[in-house]
């Protein structure tokens, strides 16, 4: 898959893209990313690339010619003729479509995907409805500008694609994993069956089934005064599953109530929930 960044500040993504799992990925060529500097798009001696806003008020707005002349020269297809299936412009702005796991993973099945980074006050809104397919939004805050937006797009879309994580499988056992009827729909039957079994020792994946992941340990056994939970440490590895989903089930219940609405959940999980006061 290939990302394009437009931005004013193509530096910003120098440390983002120079390091592990998005490092790795550009090495191997699972993954390309370019970055343009909106300012070699302009033709004044200032390389000016904003202005006032029409109608008054604060800040300064993103000039619609170079924005549309970065996007033009990088050959996608006109808006209207694009196959949204394979190649998509997309602004970052805080009034766009909230980004998560589920997005990314949309994402993640172009071939192709521009990311326009806004600055100042925004973008003049020509841009969204002449070359745009959609506006895309991190998240309910507002940032001083799109790179960051950006970084994050970036860095969430390139883990799920094929080979880019050391474990294929392990982007759909992590929070906000696809839930078992979302896997099987893909072709892939192994949710929550590790490969030596039901008897077989739990891998690093239990299937998130779209709940938040399972508290994580590693040595040393204890660390000031704390001590791993006994049953990791036990080898029964029925009760460590038992034990994972439980957890997940009470993080997710504790930290993010609204998830357990769209997450596939056994009897015993529901049974396990209402003694914790969940009432679904
Ligand atoms: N006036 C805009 C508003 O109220 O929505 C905020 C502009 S913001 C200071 C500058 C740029 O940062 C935006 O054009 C956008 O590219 C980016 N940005 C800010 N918040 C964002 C968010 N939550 N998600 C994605 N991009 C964001």
Known sequence: MRFDLIT???????????????RRAIAQGL?????????????????????RPFGGGEGMVLKPEPLTEAVESLGVNEKGERDAGRERVVLLSAQGRRFTQGVARELAGLERLVLLCGRYEGVDERVHSLLCDEELSIGDYVLSGGELAAAIVVDATARLLPGVLGNEASSEYESFGLTPTLIARSGRSE??????????????????GGLLDYPHYTRPAEFRGMAVPEVLTGGDHAAIRRWRREKALEKTWRNRPDLLEGAELSEADREYLRGLGWGG
């Open 191 to 208: 949710w929550g069956t590790p490969s030596g079994g039901e008897d077989g020792p739990p891998l690093a994946v239990v299937g998130s």
């Open 31 to 51: 993954v390309g990313v370019e970055v343009h500097d909106l300012r070699n798009f302009t033709h004044d001696r200032h390389r000016t690339v904003d202005d």
């Open 8 to 22: 004013i500040f193509p530096e910003f993504f120098a440390s983002i893209l120079g390091h592990g799992v998005l």
